[in-house]
């Protein structure tokens, strides 16, 4: 799975080093955990459905993520 976010230049937006902050927001079973689970590089195929939300602190090459996983619903 792709995401593009247009007008904004990757390579320069990721050196900056500070901590991005991710909202994955959305309704129930669209596939927030499971985006959080791929960036993490775990399997998705046990993902269970999240009760309020998640916070994961990720390293995403080289870029420092944390992502806030909110439930659906």
Known sequence: MVWRLEGVNWPV??????????????????????CVRQLRGENIADVIPTVAFNVDDVTHRGARLTIWDVGGA
């Open 13 to 34: 937006a990721l050196r900056r080093r500070p901590p991005f902050r991710i909202l994955f927001l959305g309704l129930h079973g669209s596939g927030k955990t499971s």
